[in-house]
């Protein structure tokens, strides 16, 4: 089954059901990793809406909470085997070119008490 990380600070908009339940229907079958927060993806190359909140990126940060599917999950351990970066850091550089990645954007979920570019 697919899994749902998040950090023990993270907080989810009032309205994230909405806006969930909205974009749902228009999540590909094929999808890998799905970004429920994230950071500096806004105005970066690649964005493309998908439906609502939804779009399609090629590259994204933060780990506060993101869907990850099963069978992306072997691809993205090895991706990030190799410890030299912050996690998020390593995703965005050698996960996401490999998987199908989608956010919210704007995101449903932040870091409490944490300012980040969206």
Request: aromatic share 10%.
């Amino acid at each position: 089954s697919n899994a749902l990380i998040m950090e023990d600070d993270v907080r989810f908009i009032d309205d994230w059901r909405a806006h969930f339940d909205f974009a749902r229907p228009a999540i590909p079958d094929d999808w890998d990793l799905i970004y429920v927060g994230s950071c500096c993806c806004v105005g970066k190359p690649g964005v493309e809406q998908v439906s609502g909140h939804l779009h399609r990126v090629r590259r994204a940060l933060c780990t506060h909470a993101y869907a990850l599917s099963k069978k992306a999950a072997p691809a993205l351990i090895e991706a990030c085997e190799k410890i030299y970066a912050p996690v998020d850091i390593a995703m965005s550089l050698h996960g996401i070119p490999k998987l199908n990645t989608y956010a919210f954007l704007p995101r449903l979920a932040f870091q409490h008490e944490t300012m980040i570019q969206p």
